[in-house]
């Protein structure tokens, strides 16, 4: 919604069944996941509204934890919790209602990518995988630790240095894992998305626990999604595994113009933009 020459609105929801066992990191994490749909679009977020199912015989304590873990990422972000709505219901699961501005003329979509662009990178893959070992009690404690930091790490110091240069397409990396959302990018611009296998960067351990047998049903419905849009040469199964791995609170992959070194800090560069027809290279 433009408001005037200078701002935007934008506005997304997202909510979840839990993905760790901690009810305060479950809401950090789903706010994180839900505010970077704000990020993915280069805005600034500036209130959310509360989006929760509770079961009536759960602890009140889980519950104040769930709620204050997504209001300290509210303000983490500098927005304002502005209330929300509850029901009941036999599986918990939260989110939030989030708006954001952004300058209408500098908004971000998953399509203008043009060929000589570098892909860059702001959070490392395979939540999808460490958090199904996490639910099974098989994921390493130090691998566990990596994959919760990840998740709730807001991306808002990815796009706030993205936006000292220019972006010519952006979207945040969740459920159809990165080849996935790469595919929408690479269909959007009419480009061909292409990933440096070696420049990806892994969570601990998700290759080894993808090879344990630690995936999640996006392992195949990802790939089908995909098709035969999908090029992969030289990679192992295992780094397949990873790269169809459905994310949670994944991060933002850019397509910037080639030289872009101050995303450095904040992020990998993973590859590069080529000629069309559309379609995703790892190699």
């Known amino acids: 919604m433009r408001l005037d020459a200078e701002r935007a609105l ?8 839990p993905v760790v066992d901690d009810a305060y990191t479950f809401g950090a994490i789903a706010a994180a996941n839900a505010l970077s749909d704000v990020y993915a679009m280069g805005g600034v977020p500036l209130s959310a509204l ?10 009140h304590e889980l519950l104040h934890a769930v709620l204050q873990g997504g209001l300290d990422k509210v303000r983490e972000a500098g927005a304002v919790l502005a209330g929300g709505h509850s029901v009941t219901d036999n599986e918990p699961k ?13 908004i971000w979509a998953n399509q203008g990518a043009r060929p000589g662009d570098e892909l860059w990178l702001s959070k490392p893959l395979g939540t999808g995988i460490l958090t199904t070992a996490m639910k099974r009690q098989q994921c390493p404690e130090h691998a566990a630790a990596a994959a919760i930091e990840a ?7 990815a796009c706030d240095a993205a936006r000292a240069g220019e972006v010519h397409a ?27 296998a070696d420049a990806l960067p892994l969570l601990p351990e998700a290759r080894e626990l993808a090879g344990a047998g630690h995936l999640t ?14 090029h ?10 990873v790269v169809v791995d459905p ?29 069309g027809p559309a379609r995703v290279v790892v190699a």
């Open 10 to 17: 934008v506005q997304t929801v997202d909510f979840f069944t």
């Open 50 to 59: 509360n989006i929760l199912c509770w079961r009536d015989d759960l602890p």
């Open 94 to 106: 939260f989110g939030l209602a989030v708006t954001g501005l952004v300058h209408p003329d500098r």
């Open 151 to 157: 998740m709730s790490t807001l991306n808002k110091a």
């Open 170 to 196: 952006c979207t945040d990396v969740t459920g159809f894992g990165l080849v996935g959302h790469a595919w929408e990018m690479a269909r959007a611009s009419g480009v061909a998305l292409q990933f440096e």
């Open 217 to 230: 049903r996006g392992n195949l419905s990802n790939r089908v999604y995909v098709g035969d849009a999908l």
């Open 232 to 241: 992969i040469d030289g990679i192992d199964e295992l780094l397949q595994c």
């Open 247 to 275: 994310q949670t609170s994944g991060g933002l992959l850019m397509a910037v113009p080639a030289g872009s070194t101050h995303l450095k800090s904040v992020a990998v560069r993973v590859g590069t933009v080529g000629e």
